[in-house]
């Protein structure tokens, strides 16, 4: 079985198209790893401490620029927007998983607890 293994591989890797795939397959983890990474750092301390009854809390998404339709639009799919102050867009009824999701993404420079 091994030995079978060590042939596909050598074949596929043997190849142009295969060795491109293996890179690109080796970019996307890498990618993937960086987010994980970058992600622990977005979120403030203290976020999540003041829920509701039903454990949903207020953030602040800080972005490196003004928010345009899009970032509001994508946004809005982890809480409810209340408004926007300059590079700062203000959600509620956002969810733990939210702020996972939301850290993920490479545009969000910071998740801070939001004041109601």
Do not use: C
């Amino acid at each position: 079985m091994r030995s079978r293994l060590t042939w596909i591989l050598r074949k596929v890797l043997g190849t142009v198209g295969g060795r491109t795939l293996a890179v690109l397959l080796l970019l996307i983890l890498i990618y993937q790893a960086w987010l994980s990474v970058t992600a622990l750092d977005k979120v403030a301390d203290g976020v999540g401490d003041d829920r509701d009854a039903r454990g949903r809390f207020a953030v602040d998404v800080v972005l490196g620029f003004p928010p345009e339709r899009f970032h509001t639009l994508e946004l809005q799919e982890f809480g409810r927007i209340r408004g926007t102050t300059e590079n700062v867009l203000h959600l509620h009824s956002v969810t733990p998983d939210g702020v996972d999701a939301m850290a993920r993404k490479y545009w969000i420079k910071e998740i801070r607890p939001g004041g109601e």
